[in-house]
């Protein structure tokens, strides 16, 4: 598996879904069975393995191995990388690209706010150089959501 992966819009997409999202990011640690999946998730194997055949038609997971018990052909997935960035992104926004999709306690988020909050004033509040201003080409932004308990 690579750390990083150039996707397409299609597959972006595809990725930006919750629970396609939460399924990568679980594959992309472990290989896992849909069934195994369905049961992490508490979700029908049915549905799972209709999210695990989309990402894995557009390219973004693969089989890892199979094994076969009694006749039945058990297929374990994982992800073809735990990171994705679109094809038309420079490398210098490569990182800022990539879909993060990460699950924080109440605790954890505070402490992310801490530190982000830190990094982004190290920005916000440096001197613009005036011929620097013309060059400016992006900028960012984040956001945070509340875990979707249906997902």
């Known amino acids: 598996m690579r750390d ?4 397409t819009l299609k597959q972006q997409k595809l990725i930006s879904h919750p629970l396609r999202s939460n399924i990568i990011r679980l594959l992309s640690t472990t ?11 508490s979700k029908t194997t049915g549905s ?14 693969e089989i890892d191995h199979t094994n076969s018990i ?3 052909v058990e297929k374990y997935y994982r992800a073809k990388a735990a990171h994705f960035h679109l094809e038309n992104d420079s ?15 109440s605790d954890e988020l505070r402490h992310l706010n801490d530190e982000f909050s830190e990094l982004i004033l190290k920005y916000a509040n440096r001197k613009a150089d005036p011929d620097q201003v013309e060059q400016i080409e ?5 956001s945070v959501e509340p875990k979707n308990t249906g997902i």
């Open 4 to 7: 990083s992966m150039v996707v």
């Open 31 to 41: 290989p896992m069975t849909a069934k195994q999946v369905a049961d992490h998730y």
């Open 48 to 61: 799972i393995h209709y999210h695990i055949q989309q990402l894995f038609l557009n390219d973004l997971l």
């Open 70 to 72: 009694n006749g039945i």
């Open 91 to 105: 490398p210098t926004n490569a990182l800022i690209q990539k879909v993060h999709n990460v699950p924080l306690t």
């Open 138 to 142: 992006h900028k960012i932004t984040f």
